[in-house]
């Protein structure tokens, strides 16, 4: 399982963590990311950081956003700064491990005032 944190409600303009960390169930992870979904529409890929280091953000985050990781932890985090209402969704996140994703529960993040 996994254990999320960090949500929660945020003024337009404000910032948040969200973290994510695995149990011991999971190993040799390859990359790390995130999903979110807002209501209504489909779930959308928002980060990746790969077991080499390498990062992408999709267009909708980029330059707001930092994502990272604590491989020895089994934990991922992504910052968002400067939120916008249409930030507003559940975030899930992921893990890959031989050939297979695991997926976090999802966390709630409202940006609203």
């Known amino acids: 399982q996994f254990v999320e944190s960090g949500g929660g409600l945020v003024q337009p303009g404000g910032s948040l963590r969200l973290s994510c960390a695995a149990s011991?169930?999971?190993?040799?992870?390859?990359?790390m990311g995130w999903y979110r979904q807002a209501p209504g529409n489909q779930r959308e890929w928002v980060a990746v950081?790969?077991?080499?280091?390498?990062?992408t953000y999709a267009d909708s985050v980029k330059d707001r956003s930092t994502i990272s990781r604590d491989t020895g932890k089994k934990t991922v985090y992504l910052q968002m700064n400067s939120l916008k209402s249409e930030d507003t969704a559940v975030y899930y996140c992921?893990?890959?491990?031989?050939?297979?994703?695991?997926w976090g529960q999802g966390i709630q993040v409202t940006v609203s005032s």
């Open positions: 992921y893990m890959d491990s031989n050939s297979r994703r695991y």
């Open positions: 950081i790969r077991y080499n280091g390498w990062i």
């Open positions: 011991g169930f999971i190993f040799r992870i390859n990359d």
